[in-house]
């Protein structure tokens, strides 16, 4: 067996289908590779919106989206909100960081309005998707910063943004899920009341955690990955920009975990979750089966990435139904499947 055949997982033809177009556009992508951070953002950029177009279901009717200022770190950020339009008044909401591997990724990608506007929709949650500060020119802690400046910000003008100011929390995909997790942390550091954090194929440490990165990535990939890791750390201690190592996870907001079955990050995820149990924490932890970590978003042309959404939106609109929670509101369901 090859070293290649041996990280394969048996993954549906839906999967296997996108991995091949993204290897057929990238090949006509050569500033994917570029050194210039600007060039290489907008062939990753294109390369995205490609996919999406193919295989991520369209932005709904009923929903609106308009772009809009909010505070961060150092500055104005821009924002987008999504909010579906037969809600009137103040909302649930949830600061949405997005992927990109803490390099790239932008509230502009046709991926990231389709998914947060379905979301927004399904789940009754208005989503405030956050254009944060990208390594390496803005490492750690630059982007929590940015979320965390960005919460205190909507909770200042919950009545401008129709924003229900006792159910605010923080979401995020991949790389945005570990922002997002990390501003829950200095969120509950501060005494500031968060309602929920969605933490949505989480790398919830910095670090190689468990088997699931070397059985499922060749040793150059995962390798690579925590590079990628380093470049965004720069230098911090991990307890403070790696989630799992910090040193406390009492009181912290309640969790959802969603983790996909054959992602390389599966076991820090997991590890995430327990911690998050042990720390007395509600958290609900929903393992997509047969998924990688980025096929939540074929949900244009693959029934389980359906299922995924389904199950996303349920669990959110379960956990900002209410103004506060107890720890009955949330079961653990560690190592449950969608």
């Known amino acids: 067996m090859s070293d290649q055949e041996q990280h394969e997982p048996p993954l549906s033809p839906a999967i296997l289908e996108w991995i ?184 919830a440490a910095l670090r190689l955690v468990g088997a699931s990165m070397p059985r499922r990535l060749a040793a150059a990939d995962w390798e690579a990955a925590m590079r990628l890791a380093e470049v965004y750390r720069s230098g911090a201690p991990l307890a403070d920009a790696s989630p799992l190592d910090a040193p406390d996870h009492r009181d912290l907001a309640p969790a959802l975990i969603l983790a996909a079955e054959f992602d390389p990050l599966l076991d820090g995820a997991t590890a995430y979750a327990d911690a998050l149990h042990e720390a007395g924490v509600p958290v609900v932890l929903r393992i997509g089966a047969g998924h990688d970590h980025a096929s939540p978003g074929l949900t244009g042309r693959w029934e389980g990435a359906r299922q995924w959404r389904d199950v996303f939106v349920r669990e959110l609109a379960d956990a900002y139904r209410s103004a506060g929670h107890s720890p009955a509101d949330a079961v653990t369901t560690t190592g449950a499947h969608l």
């Open 20 to 203: 091949q177009r993204i290897r057929e556009l990238s090949a006509t992508l050569p500033e994917l590779e570029s050194p210039a951070m600007g060039a290489r953002r907008r062939a990753q950029r294109e390369l995205s919106d490609l996919l999406a177009s193919e295989f991520t279901a369209s932005v709904p009717s009923g929903v609106e989206i308009d772009d809009l200022t909010v505070a961060g770190g150092e500055g104005p950020l821009r924002a987008r909100r999504f909010r579906t339009a037969a809600a009137p008044g103040a909302l649930p909401t949830m600061l949405w960081l997005h992927g990109g591997g803490w390099t790239g990724g932008t509230i502009d990608e046709s991926l990231n309005d389709r998914l947060c506007a379905d979301r927004a929709l399904r789940s009754g949650v208005q989503i405030m998707s956050l254009e944060y500060r990208l390594a390496p020119e803005h490492p750690f802690p630059a982007p929590v910063d940015d979320a965390v400046a960005a919460l205190a910000d909507l909770r200042e003008r919950a009545d401008e943004l129709a924003i229900d100011a006792d159910r605010l929390g923080v979401g995020g995909n991949s790389a945005g899920a570990t922002i997002a997790a990390s501003a829950a942390l200095r969120e509950r550091d501060a005494g500031t009341s968060l309602h929920h954090q969605a933490l949505e194929v989480l790398p």
